[in-house]
């Protein structure tokens, strides 16, 4: 089973950028879809994207569509989310996770990370 660990995160001021980057070891990432997903204080854990196995296909949540994207690079056992105009509401911690099969449902995913921080000030 992949283990997959985040990094990247940190505090950003409003209109800001971060790349969040997911490293993973055990097995080789392009097995997976890989997902990212946030949890914000107070809030249900959130699907945000998603990258097929060869990354032809990306999927995004309304809410980033047009700030984050999605990328990975098989070579490297790497994926990252891009995320740019950062906005208060952005403030979450961001999980990657794994999928055999891929989609929005959290339990689709069955190798998550221990996710990374993010805080966006207004």
């Known amino acids: 089973q992949v283990q997959l660990l985040e990094s990247g995160g940190g505090w950003m001021q409003t209109g800001g950028s971060l790349r969040l980057s997911c490293a993973a070891s055990?097995?080789?990432?392009?097995?997976?879809?890989i997902g990212w997903f946030r949890q914000g204080p107070g809030k249900e854990r959130e699907w945000v994207a998603s990258i097929t196995r060869k990354g032809s296909g990306k999927s995004y949540a309304d809410s980033v569509k047009g700030r984050f994207a999605i990328s990975r690079e098989n070579a490297k056992n790497m994926a990252y989310l891009q995320m740019n105009n950062l906005r208060p509401e952005d403030t979450a911690t961001y999980y990657c996770?794994?999928?055999?099969?891929?989609?929005?449902?959290?339990?689709?995913?069955?190798?998550w990370g221990l996710g990374t921080q993010v805080t966006v000030s207004a």
């Open positions: 996770a794994a999928s055999p099969s891929g989609g929005s449902g959290s339990s689709a995913y069955g190798s």
């Open positions: 055990g097995s080789l990432i392009s097995n997976y879809v």
